[in-house]
């Protein structure tokens, strides 16, 4: 089957680093997306890993090993406003996307 | 801010009702999708359309249809409402090659009685 596994909560303190990780098994794998979503609003994209290594962003970096079939989203010098779910998405050959059912994640002063 | 808008943004109907949820761009994308999201689910994909009058169905269709008679609309019917389809749903959207880079409209929000 296909499947997106990712931690259902994290907490970290403000300042300091997080990493949110997701590991997959799928078919026809073109890449990895990470959203962020804070509550009641919409997704946003933060990035897109195609290809192997690490992609960065700012504050934010995702990382994508695909022999590993599993994938990162770094989060630097947390601030309170991160505090969001996060999910990670793979696109398959028909250029949909898979979302996993995301993490939440709690900054704390 | 991609300009997507999602109507009516709430909205209470009753079991067995038919129930239209409307997704207008501005942007001119061709790629249009429809998702629900429900507590402990990410985003589940209902339907999605690659063009003008050109569908498929997603992961839990079943229970919707769609439509897309211009560009910039996307139509997402409820025949028969069931208190199994209160959710919240979003509406999405992309170009072609671009496809991880989804733009999503605000929600909305139903509750089926």
């Known amino acids: 089957g296909q499947s997106l596994e990712q931690p259902s909560e994290v907490t970290a303190v403000e300042g300091a680093i997080v990493q949110i990780n997701c590991t997959y098994q799928?078919?026809?794998?073109?890449?990895l997306s990470w959203y962020q979503q804070h509550d009641g609003g919409a997704p946003t994209f933060l990035s897109y890993?195609?290809?192997?290594g690490l992609e960065e962003t700012g504050r934010f970096s995702s990382f994508l090993s695909r022999s590993d079939s599993y994938g990162y989203l770094l989060l630097q010098e947390l601030q309170m406003k991160d505090s969001a779910s996060y999910f990670c998405?793979?696109?398959?050959?028909?250029?949909?996307?898979?979302f996993g059912s995301g993490t939440r994640l709690l900054v704390r002063p | 801010d991609a300009g997507i808008t999602q109507s009516p943004r709430h909205k209470v109907t009753e079991t067995g009702t038919p129930v239209t949820l409307r997704c207008h761009q501005t942007?001119?994308?061709?790629?249009m999708y429809w998702y629900r999201q429900d507590p402990g689910h990410g985003l589940r994909l209902i339907h999605y359309?690659?063009?003008?009058?050109?569908?498929d169905k997603g992961e839990v269709s079943d229970g919707y249809s769609v439509s897309r008679s211009k560009t910039e609309d996307f139509l997402l019917t409820l025949e028969s409402a069931t208190s199994s389809q209160t959710s919240v749903y979003f509406c999405?959207?992309?170009?072609?090659?671009?496809?991880?880079?989804?733009?999503f409209g605000p929600g909305t929000r139903l509750l089926v009685l």
């Open positions: 942007e001119n994308h061709r790629y």
């Open positions: 999405a959207i992309s170009d072609p090659g671009v496809g991880e880079t989804q733009y």
């Open positions: 890993n195609a290809l192997d």
């Open positions: 799928t078919s026809g794998f073109y890449g």
């Open positions: 359309s690659y063009g003008v009058k050109d569908t």
């Open positions: 998405a793979w696109m398959d050959s028909s250029y949909k996307l898979i």
